[in-house]
């Protein structure tokens, strides 16, 4: 189900490491979700990957909870790809909370367009 959900039936007797960069990611996320996990952690699930790449694994990442029922927390520097995923958004600065909340907030937050633009006080 997960091989099929994924798309990587004719991957799926070649070694990892011969495998593109986004299709290895895509059996990590394989991994993961044949634990059947309640929450899935995904930590720059798109770092390092091209275009084609991550608009792949975001059409993944949004179905996953429809079709497993897994709540997803993501943590991810592309604000881009955060808030066309997100439902909720969370914006951290150093440690320090900017923001919590849906993604049109969040995305006009004045504290959180300082913070990604560099502007100082």
């Known amino acids: 189900e997960i091989i099929d959900f994924l798309e990587i039936q004719e991957i799926r007797k070649t070694p990892v490491g011969r495998l593109p960069y986004g299709m290895q990611k895509r059996v990590e996320l394989g991994r993961a979700l044949a634990a059947e996990p309640d929450l899935l952690l995904l930590d720059e699930p798109m770092a390092g990957m ?18 497993f029922g897994t709540t997803i927390v993501l943590i991810e520097h592309d604000m ?7 439902d909720r958004v969370v914006v951290l600065d150093y440690g320090r909370q900017l923001a919590d909340g849906a993604p049109d907030e969040v995305r006009s937050n004045q504290a959180v367009i300082d913070a990604y633009l560099g502007v100082s006080h």
Do not use: A, H, Q, T
């Not at 091209?50 to 079709?67: P, Y």
């Not at 881009?80 to 997100?86: E, I, Q, R, T, W």
């Open 80 to 86: 881009g790809v955060v808030m066309d995923l997100s």
């Open 50 to 67: 091209n275009v084609e790449e991550k608009e792949d694994m975001c059409r993944f990442v949004l179905d996953i909870n429809d079709e």
